[in-house]
């Protein structure tokens, strides 16, 4: 089956600068990869997402990239604000399967 | 857009009692929901697939017995917590899959349920 690695797992950045999340996939059959935002207590929020037909989607300051040859995507966000301090998890699917996840990486934005 | 209500936020229950955790579409029908078990710092764990009208999918370890899922309806799911223990204390989340839309999973706000 699928299996998601995630890196880094913490990551402090200073307000401003950006902030980089990896991941990389095992099943080379998975089309779609979203990231979810998670704050303490909630459920994750979908922030960004990718299908396998596309390189690189970009939405404000956050964007995503997927290389579908090396099985690896990234999420990248810009211009880090306080609000941005969460757990991020990535996933991939075929997309009508369970989502598979990440384990996670707790971003601290430092004002 | 897509919206998913799961209630309770939070329960609190007795060693031994049972505890139903619902999971509503409010606006789109999800002939699929899934339930997620998440412990302390930890990922999201699968813990089955609930079709509707049909039996669930269990994942591998997880006891069918104990959390029983009834997916009745195109917009409810629900995970009971059959004779309870501490261990099973942890937050429960649910994600329904809009059937019309390609590749659309959303999330409920998640049940913290602590077993005492």
């Known amino acids: 089956g699928e299996n998601v690695e995630q890196h880094p797992s913490t990551l402090s950045v200073q307000e401003g600068d950006s902030a980089v999340i990896k991941c990389t996939y095992s099943d080379s059959a998975s089309n779609y990869f979203p990231w979810y935002k998670q704050e303490l207590g909630k459920g994750p929020q979908l922030i960004i997402d990718i299908r396998s037909n596309v390189g690189e989607k970009k939405d404000q300051r956050i964007a995503v990239t997927l290389n579908k040859t090396a099985k690896h995507f990234s999420l990248h966000i810009t211009e880090t604000q306080p609000e941005d301090s969460a757990v991020y998890f990535c996933?991939?699917?075929?997309?009508?399967?369970?989502?598979?996840f990440g384990k996670g990486t707790r971003l601290s934005v430092i004002a | 857009g897509a919206v998913v209500s799961q209630h309770p936020s939070r329960v609190i229950c007795k060693s031994g009692t049972s505890v139903k955790i619902e999971c509503r579409s409010l606006d789109f029908q999800a002939t699929t929901m899934f339930w997620y078990r998440q412990f302390p710092k930890k990922s999201l764990m699968l813990m089955a697939t609930?079709?509707?009208?049909?039996?669930?999918?269990?994942e591998q370890g997880v006891e069918k017995d104990k959390f029983l899922i009834n997916h009745a309806s195109l917009t409810l799911s629900t995970l009971t917590v059959t004779s309870a223990h501490p261990e099973d204390s942890s937050f429960y989340i649910c994600s329904a899959r809009n059937s019309q839309i390609n590749y659309g999973y959303t999330f409920g706000s998640g049940t913290r349920l602590t077993v005492v």
């Open positions: 609930s079709n509707e009208g049909s039996k669930a999918t269990y």
């Open positions: 996933a991939a699917s075929k997309g009508n399967t369970p989502l598979v």
